[in-house]
């Protein structure tokens, strides 16, 4: 088995900050890179940000720009996902996901509900 188990969601108000982690359970792989994803209700799955692990460079959908951050753990094939001034808009269940091949994302995790009100 192989999972990856997101953890961190909850509440919280518009402006405000909540940090998501996202970790590697199983047997352990060299990522090629992980990131995150989200899908709010009636919206398609969107991309939110991911880093490449070798080289640390990071990237991120234009929606969270300048808000959302996304760096390594400590533990081998972790993740975080710092979100700030958060909007109502960001709400969504967000999906951490693991790219072992350079070309798709291979492994996703369950998801966490992330709800930010006005």
């Known amino acids: 088995q192989v999972q990856l188990v997101e953890s961190g969601g909850g509440s919280v108000q518009a402006g405000g900050s909540l940090r998501l982690s996202c970790a590697t359970s199983?047997?352990?792989?060299?990522?090629?890179?992980m990131g995150w994803f989200r899908q709010a209700p009636g919206k398609e799955r969107e991309f939110v940000g991911a880093?490449?692990?070798?080289?640390?460079?990071?990237y991120y959908g234009d929606s969270v720009k300048g808000r959302f951050t996304v760096s390594k753990g400590n533990a081998k094939n972790t993740v975080y996902l710092q979100m700030n001034s958060l909007k109502s808009e960001d709400t969504a269940v967000y999906y951490c996901?693991?790219?072992?091949?350079?070309?798709?994302?291979?492994?996703w995790g369950q998801g966490t509900q992330v709800t930010v009100s006005s």
């Open positions: 199983g047997r352990t792989f060299s990522w090629y890179r």
């Open positions: 880093i490449r692990w070798s080289s640390g460079i990071t």
């Open positions: 996901a693991a790219d072992q091949s350079t070309t798709a994302w291979d492994y």
